[in-house]
């Protein structure tokens, strides 16, 4: 087998092996132990890992229009709006109008909602310290640089595929 031969070879490999390991992780990560882990606290009680996503956009990238949120999440503006009425009845988000165009709404995180993410985060992390416990420091950085680097590649993609006219319907 030439050489070339062998790097596709072992560049399915690395690929399938990554496959196989990620499943397992969204395996583990869909268990009801560590999603009880995750939602302990009274104030995170009956929110969905959906909820989680939502609060985290609107924390990182401010107030949003629901539409840009269904956008981001990757769905149609009708499947975000339950959503994000659900999260306006827990408290969590809040309407304000749109400066730009006094017809619009921005969605905009609470005081609560704030709070929320900021339990989230801490559970969410604990859990994936105590997963890391029995690995050197050196090992978790660098796995931490590494996925790092990994996800910001997915998010570059999925803005770059936010701007992508849809492909076309099988017919």
């Known amino acids: 087998?030439?050489?070339?031969?062998?790097?596709?070879?072992?560049?399915?490999?690395?690929?399938?092996?990554?496959?196989a390991a990620f499943a397992t992780v969204l395996r583990w990560a869909s268990r009801a132990a560590v999603q009880a882990r995750l939602w302990a606290h009274e104030e995170t009680a009956g929110l969905t890992p959906t909820d989680a996503w939502l609060v985290e956009a609107l924390a990182t990238q401010?107030?949003?229009?629901?539409?840009?949120?269904a956008a981001w999440q990757g769905v149609d503006k009708s499947t975000?709006?339950?959503?994000?009425?659900?999260?306006?009845?827990?408290?969590l988000v809040d309407r304000t109008p749109d400066p730009q165009d006094g017809r619009a709404v921005l969605l905009r995180l609470s005081g609560r909602g704030r709070e929320v993410r900021e339990l989230v985060r801490r559970a969410g992390a604990g859990v994936i310290e105590e997963q890391l416990s029995s690995w050197d420091e050196d090992d978790r950085r660098t796995f931490a640089v590494l996925l790092a680097r990994f996800a910001a590649g997915l998010a570059a993609e999925g803005r770059e595929a936010d701007h992508r006219p849809a492909p076309a319907p099988r017919v």
């Not at 975000?80 to 408290?91: C, F, I, S, Y």
């Open 1 to 19: 087998m030439g050489e070339a031969e062998g790097s596709v070879g072992e560049a399915e490999g690395v690929g399938a092996d990554l496959q």
């Open 80 to 91: 975000v709006t339950p959503q994000v009425r659900r999260l306006e009845r827990a408290g």
């Open 62 to 69: 401010g107030p949003m229009r629901a539409s840009a949120l």
